[in-house]
């Protein structure tokens, strides 16, 4: 029978819970506050006229559904392509054995070590000669050098997890090494594939500096370059401001808590060692 743990152990919780919790509560709170609620003194805790005012006017920004398009576009396809890439480097690391193996993993690891800052003027120029600037293929092409080494690294932990028996077992039936992962192997790491699509879609989704330098048409600028647009020569729009981020947050949300499971379940998986 198992002990339930101490009162303490959840009282801690939920104080941890509070706290994290806190400043997406008052993001969604001032999002439905008027005005001239916003700024008063004392803070007042609860929406007494909630009003869907700030969401309109969000809404009816002139470069608003332009950019929510670049960063459905910009994650989905960094999402894509790093996992079917990923799935394949990681399948090669975890299966065959190969001259520069280990470095491949070390660099691999070193490439997450480099901060991102230190890359903006050489990604910048790097593009500008190829004349990729101010295009959504760059951004994406950008950041799958940041999104595929934890894809890859993450993804081996899965395939490894994966009993090799089982892909001998398909080529004795009469599949090829293609056709054994994709009937067998591929399907058992569908968990993964959600944990680490999760990853890659928030990185590119809440991705900022970067865009900010490669784009300058603002109709191709993303959701976080257009929430930028609420802070003017007049002062911040608070309540706009809000409702504009809790737009921006709420595709992630959502995707997130349909895939929760799988999310947890994946991470289970893949926490051996390669």
Known sequence: MRRRPPLRHDLFGLLIAAV???????????????????????????????TLDNFARALSTETFWANV?????????????????GTLAAYALARFRFTGRKAFVLVLLAVQMIPLAALIIPVYLLLNDAGMTDSLTGV????????????????????????????????????????????????????????????????????????????????????????????????????????????????VVVFFLAVQRRIASGLAVGAVKG
């Not at 919790?21 to 007042?44: K, N, Q």
């Not at 398009?69 to 790093?82: A, F, M």
């Open 20 to 50: 994290t919790g806190f400043p997406v509560y008052w993001m969604v709170l001032t999002a439905f506050r008027p005005a001239t609620d916003i700024l008063s003194l004392p803070p007042e805790f609860w929406p007494g006229r909630p």
């Open 69 to 85: 398009r670049s960063s459905v576009v910009i994650g989905l396809g960094t999402v894509v392509v790093s996992l079917l890439v």
């Open 140 to 251: 994406i092409l950008v950041y799958l050098v940041f999104t595929l080494p934890f894809t890859v690294w993450m993804l081996h932990g899965f395939v490894v997890a994966v009993p090799v028996e089982l892909e001998e077992a398909a080529l004795v039936d009469g599949c090829g090494r293609l056709g054994a992962f994709c009937r067998v192997t591929l399907p058992l790491l569908a968990p993964g594939l959600v944990a680490t699509s999760v990853f890659a879609l928030v990185q590119a989704w809440n991705e900022y500096v970067l865009v900010y330098v490669l784009l300058s048409t603002p109709e191709k600028q993303t959701v976080s370059i257009w929430l930028v647009s609420f802070q003017t020569g007049f002062g911040t729009d608070y309540g706009g401001l809000m409702a504009g981020a809790t737009l921006t947050a709420l595709p």
